[in-house]
Nanobody
Framework: QVQLVESGGGLVQAGGSLRLSCAAS??????????MGWFRQAPGKEREFVAG????????RYADSVKGRFTISRDNAKNTVYLQMNSLKPEDTAVYYC????????????????????WGQGTQVTVSS
């Protein structure tokens, strides 16, 4: 089975940067096959789409709230997807999750979390004023 493990979260001052990583493992897992998405969830709020990258790395998609500040990328050889987070704002505070679904996909990723069936356990990002 596939396991996804996020890392890189922490406490940062507004305007600062963090780089999140999501490492995938599993006997049958090949990173290149799977679209990868980042989601976040703040206390009392629904889980929301942040960014996604497709199987070919030709398509990326971002939530309007992070566009121009966050960058998603992947290293298939390392089975890892990244989220570079710049110009962080207090409203970015949330638990960040990586996710995928078990089929190749070419195009902008879906924003509905129900489309994803493999999730990491999350990493906390806290942005102070």
């Amino acid at each position: 089975q596939v396991q996804l493990v996020e890392s890189g979260g922490g406490l940062v001052q507004a305007g600062g940067s963090l780089r999140l990583s999501c490492a995938a493992s599993g006997r049958t897992f090949s990173m290149y096959r799977y679209p990868m998405g980042w989601f976040r969830q703040a206390p009392g709020k629904e889980r929301e789409f942040v960014a996604g990258i497709d199987s070919s790395m030709d398509h990326t998609r971002y939530a309007d709230s992070v566009k121009g500040r966050f960058t998603i990328s992947r290293d298939n050889a390392k089975n890892t997807v990244y989220l570079q987070m710049n110009s962080l704002k207090p409203e970015d505070t949330a638990v960040y999750y990586c996710a995928t679904y078990g089929t190749t996909y070419y195009g902008p990723l879906p924003q509905d979390p129900n489309e994803y069936d493999m999730w990491g356990q999350g990493t906390q990002v806290t942005v102070s004023s």
